[in-house]
């Protein structure tokens, strides 16, 4: 059996959610179900991480050859230096879309 969720833990989960959806979590109810669908959102943000990591930065004039050889070398360093913790806004925001239905209903399904 699972803890209990903690208020402070419910807080800081509407302060996430808040960044995605606004104000309207407030009025939200977090459960378990809530985390589980949180963890959801990480899995299928690391999949666009890893597609945004390919695209090459912008042209900025001169040999194209050496513009892509520095792309390669900076998608090689991205990749070194890349933090399991760290997803990219674009990547985030696309798929909280359209997950908000699943975290409100992660709540309301414990309303008996």
């Known amino acids: ?54 695209v090459p930065r912008p042209f900025g004039g001169g040999s194209v050859v050496k513009w892509g050889q520095k792309q390669v070398r900076q998608f090689v360093l991205r990749k070194l230096k890349s933090n399991e913790g760290n997803h990219y806004i674009i990547c985030m925001k696309v798929n909280a879309a359209s997950m908000r239905t699943d975290f409100y209903m992660s709540g309301a399904s414990h309303i008996k």
């Not at 402070?8 to 808040?18: A, G, P, T, V």
């Open 1 to 54: 059996m699972t803890q209990p969720i903690t208020e402070q833990e419910k807080s800081d989960m509407r302060d996430i959610l808040s960044k995605f959806y606004g104000s309207q979590t407030k009025n939200w109810r977090i459960s378990i179900d809530t985390f589980k669908v949180l963890e959801t959102l990480i899995n299928k943000t690391k999949a666009c991480d890893r597609m945004m990591d390919l």
